[in-house]
């Protein structure tokens, strides 16, 4: 399978965010077309996609750094063509993204919810880092 992967336009924000969910990535306390606008060709971050041949999305990874640490969110391959390399390519292309910026780690969260992708990144080179993560809700949230 030929994948044509480059950086999303804002026309792709329904397909992306629609991937993301048919991927189960999204939760209710997350609003993922707007994840999707606030990253979208910055500096800082951008959202990748794969397109097929026909020019359909069937991957997509928002990626991002804070200028130490490089961080992958809402990686995807759509669910019928899982297996077939193109989460890999996804994870590929975002690294490649994170280095053309001078970052050297890159890392990911994996909901509890989701643990079922862990030998996917493992296999892929990824360790589990024995962290805790904190966080605050700063609009008022609990």
């Known amino acids: 399978m030929t994948l044509k992967i480059e950086a999303a336009g804002a026309a792709d924000e329904r397909a992306v965010v629609h991937l993301w969910r048919a991927c189960g990535l999204t939760v209710p306390y997350n609003d993922p077309a707007a994840d999707f606008r606030q990253a979208l060709g910055r500096e800082a971050s951008d959202v990748l996609v794969a397109r097929a041949e026909c020019g359909r999305i069937v991957g997509a990874v928002m990626v991002g750094h804070d200028g130490h640490r490089g961080w992958l969110y809402y990686l995807a391959a759509e669910p019928m063509m899982q ?50 993560v904190m966080s605050k809700w700063l609009d008022g949230r609990e």
């Not at 053309?100 to 909901?111: D, E, P, S, T």
């Open 83 to 132: 297996g077939q390399g193109v989460g890999s390519a996804m994870v590929e292309a975002a690294e490649a993204w994170l280095k053309a910026r001078g970052i050297v780690k890159a890392q990911l969260l994996v909901r509890e919810t989701n643990a079922g992708v862990v030998a996917f990144y493992e296999k892929l080179g990824f360790e589990i880092a024995p962290r805790l």
